[in-house]
C-alpha cells in the first residue's frame, strides 16, 4: 500500500488537521474516562506533529449510549500526557472553532468536540459526497494538510475520515503506519487462518465480523466469551435465556443460523461464573438457573480454550471474555492472556479492553502484535478495502505524482 508517512514530512507552519481516535471506554456511572490506551497511542502522532498548528478531532460513543459525551476530559487527559496544554473548545464547525482556528500558532494544539455531534458523522458517505459535508465544507479552507490516524474507525466512510483527503494532501499517523507495518502481510497472505477468540459486547457488529471472517475462508475455529458468548450460549439454548443477560432477539437469531450453518467452526463455554452473594460461583451449563447471571467462563472452559490455544499457529483475540472490570470475574480474560503470552501462536489482540489488561500484567512485550482496534482491524484482517486506507492510498498516488 502506497502512503505518505511522517516519517519523511516537515509539516512546519502548516495546519493540520488529524482525525484520530480516542473513542474510549466510559464509566456510566460517573461518565469518566476508564482506560487512556488510545489517548497515550494518538500522543505519539502528536508528538510528531510539533511546530504546527494543530487541530484533533475524534468521535466519542454512538449516538443514544451513555458514551456519546462531550471531548472536555480528553483534552485534560491528552494535556498531561503531551505536558502541553491541548485547548478544548466545545463546537466543531461553529464561528467560536473558526476564530480559534484563525488565532492560532506553531506549537498550539486544538480539540474539537465529539465529531457524532454532528449528524453527518453518524453516516456512511462516499467520498465525493463527504466533501460536500459541512464539517468539510466549513474546515477544510483553513487546513493545509490532514493526518489520518484513527485506525480502528477506519471501516466507517464518514465526512472527517474520507472527505478531507480529497481535498488536500493525507499523511498516514504513526498509529495507522504501524498496524499496516505489522498486519500488511497477513492480510495480504489469504491461506493464512486464524483461531479466532470472541469476547466482549460489540454484539451485532460482532456477528457480522465472525460471518466475514468465516465467508473469507480465514478462520479455524471461534472459541467464544463475553456477552457475545453468552448470545451463542443462547441461541444453543444451553442455559436459561435469563442467565445471559442478552435480550436482543435478531443477534440470537443470527447466532443460531450461524451455528447450524457453521456447526465446526464454533467452540462454546462449558461451564460459567455467576455471582453468588457478590461472589464468583463456577456452574456447568445444565446447573445455571433462571436466577443466575453468566459473568465470566469457568475453569474447565479455560483449559479446554487453553489446549485449543496449544494447537494453533496464528490467533486472533478481541474483547475481554468476562465482566473483567470486576476482580471477581477477571480470571478468563487474564488466565487466556497469560496462556497466549506464553504460547508459540503468533497472536493478535484487538481492542483498548485487551490492550488495558495486557499492559497492567506486563505481557505486552510477548505478543506480537497489539492493537486497540476492534470492528476495523477485524474488517482488515477479512481482506476488505477500508475507507480510510483508500482514502491516504489515494492521497498517496495523487501526490506522489507531482
Ligand atoms: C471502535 O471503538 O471500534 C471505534 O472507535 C469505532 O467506533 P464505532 O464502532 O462506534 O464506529
Wanted: net charge negative; with cysteine; proline share 3%.
Amino acid at each position: 500500500m502506497n502512503i505518505l508517512s511522517l516519517q519523511n514530512a516537515d509539516l512546519s507552519n502548516k495546519t493540520v488537521f488529524l482525525r484520530c481516535d480516542i473513542n474510549s471506554p466510559i464509566n456510566p456511572h460517573d461518565l469518566s474516562i476508564l482506560d487512556k490506551s488510545r489517548l497515550i497511542e494518538v500522543s505519539n502522532t502528536i508528538r510528531k506533529l510539533n511546530n504546527c498548528k494543530l487541530v484533533v478531532a475524534s468521535h466519542q460513543g454512538r449516538l443514544g449510549n451513555s458514551d456519546y459525551i462531550s471531548m472536555n476530559q480528553h483534552a485534560i487527559a491528552l494535556s498531561e500526557l503531551l505536558d502541553r496544554t491541548v485547548k478544548f473548545v466545545p463546537d466543531i464547525i461553529g464561528p467560536t472553532v473558526i476564530t480559534e482556528i484563525q488565532n492560532m500558532d506553531n506549537g498550539d494544539i486544538l480539540l474539537l468536540d465529539n465529531l457524532r455531534f454532528l449528524a453527518e458523522e453518524n453516516s456512511e458517505m462516499s467520498p465525493e459526497h463527504a466533501v460536500n459535508s459541512h464539517l468539510v465544507k466549513k474546515l477544510s479552507p483553513y487546513f493545509d494538510v490532514c493526518v489520518l490516524d484513527a485506525f480502528s474507525t477506519s471501516h466507517r466512510s464518514h465526512p472527517s475520515i474520507v472527505g478531507f483527503a480529497e481535498l488536500m494532501p493525507a499523511y498516514a499517523g504513526t498509529i495507522v503506519e504501524g498496524e499496516v507495518k505489522a498486519l500488511q502481510n497477513i492480510v495480504q497472505n489469504p491461506d493464512m487462518k486464524f483461531t479466532a477468540i470472541l469476547g466482549g459486547a460489540k454484539i451485532p457488529d460482532r456477528l457480522k465480523s465472525i460471518q466475514k471472517l468465516i465467508n473469507a475462508g480465514r478462520i479455524e475455529k471461534t472459541l467464544l466469551g463475553g456477552l457475545i458468548g453468552n448470545t451463542f450460549l443462547a441461541a444453543s439454548e444451553q442455559v436459561p435465556l435469563s442467565s445471559t443477560s442478552i435480550d436482543d432477539k435478531n443477534s440470537i437469531k443470527t447466532a443460531k443460523s450461524l451455528l447450524e450453518q457453521y456447526p465446526d467452526k464454533f467452540i462454546l463455554a462449558e461451564d460459567v461464573a455467576v455471582e453468588v452473594d457478590r461472589k464468583r460461583t463456577e456452574k456447568k451449563l445444565v446447573d445455571v438457573d433462571a436466577s443466575d447471571k453468566i459473568f465470566d467462563i469457568g475453569a474447565m472452559t479455560i483449559q479446554n480454550f487453553s489446549q485449543q490455544i496449544d494447537h494453533a499457529e496464528n490467533i486472533f483475540i478481541t474483547g475481554p471474555l468476562g465482566m473483567f472490570e470486576n476482580q471477581e470475574f477477571r480470571l478468563g480474560t487474564v488466565e487466556i492472556l497469560n496462556k497466549l503470552a506464553n504460547s508459540n501462536a503468533k497472536t493478535i489482540t484487538s481492542g483498548g479492553h485487551l490492550s488495558a489488561v495486557l499492559e497492567q500484567l506486563q505481557l505486552k512485550d510477548k505478543i506480537y502484535h497489539v492493537s486497540t482496534a476492534g470492528g476495523a482491524l477485524i474488517r482488515y484482517l477479512t481482506g476488505e478495502e477500508l475507507p480510510l486506507l483508500q482514502a491516504l492510498n489515494n492521497s498517496a498516488t495523487r501526490y506522489n505524482q507531482r
